[in-house]
């Protein structure tokens, strides 16, 4: 497992931007799969983004496809979430988690990240 640590949320007005940033501890980052998923009071923990260990691939939910961008820095141990033209409905807390294989098994502290309208 890896030490996630989240950061960058906050207070944004609709249509505004924001940059999250998932900080991991570890050598072996770069064979990590990394995604973010978010969760809001009362549901349960929702897909975001994925990039994978080689880069190459990215996968988003639908309703981020085109306005989230996840990206890594394999150098820096850090893996980011652009989120742009932000929607009330994407207020929640944004976990970044990592995995080898399988199940998400390495989850951050969450970082809450409000979109006013």
């Known amino acids: 497992q890896v030490q996630l640590v989240e950061s960058g949320g906050g207070l944004v007005q609709a249509g505004g931007s924001l940059r999250l940033s998932c900080a991991a501890s570890?050598?072996?980052?770069?064979?990590?799969?990394m995604g973010w998923f978010r969760q809001t009071p009362g549901k349960e923990r929702e897909f975001v983004a994925t990039?994978?260990?080689?880069?190459?691939?990215?996968y988003y939910a639908d309703s981020v496809k085109g306005r989230f961008t996840i990206s890594r820095d394999n150098a820096k141990n850090t893996v980011y979430l652009q989120m742009n033209s932000l929607k009330p409905e994407d207020t929640a807390v944004y976990y970044c988690?990592?995995?080898?294989?399988?199940?998400?098994?390495?989850w951050g502290q969450g970082t809450q990240v409000t979109v006013s309208s």
């Open positions: 570890g050598r072996t980052f770069s064979r990590y799969d």
């Open positions: 990039i994978r260990w080689s880069i190459v691939h990215t």
């Open positions: 988690a990592a995995r080898l294989a399988g199940e998400w098994d390495s």
